[in-house]
């Protein structure tokens, strides 16, 4: 039997904007990478400035924020919640 596993995405500011939508489910068979997942939102968005929007984000994966480092480095497991946070102007 097998069970769908998901990683919800959760979008903010002008993320959300290009995505179009605040959240979503994003099936998977097992742990991906970021690199994976940003790819796998992009695809389900064509025609939109999301892939921009999201290379330029901030990360949480849970409550823990990622690294600048090499997103086929981060590990995201089924049942997390990944969030993109855009830059935001002001202080």
Not at 51 to 62: A, K, N, R, T, Y
Not at 72 to 87: S, Y
């Amino acid at each position: 039997m097998s069970e769908t596993q998901v990683i919800r995405v959760r979008y903010w500011a002008a993320a959300r904007s290009a995505a179009g939508v605040a959240e979503e489910d994003v099936e998977v068979a097992g742990p991906v990478t970021l690199a994976e997942l940003r790819a796998a939102v992009v695809g389900r968005h064509p025609g939109t400035r999301l892939p921009e929007v999201v290379g330029v984000c901030s990360v949480l994966v849970g409550e823990r924020p990622v690294s600048s480092g090499d997103p086929a480095a981060v590990v995201i497991h089924p049942g997390e919640t990944v969030e993109f946070l855009p830059p935001f102007a002001g202080g």
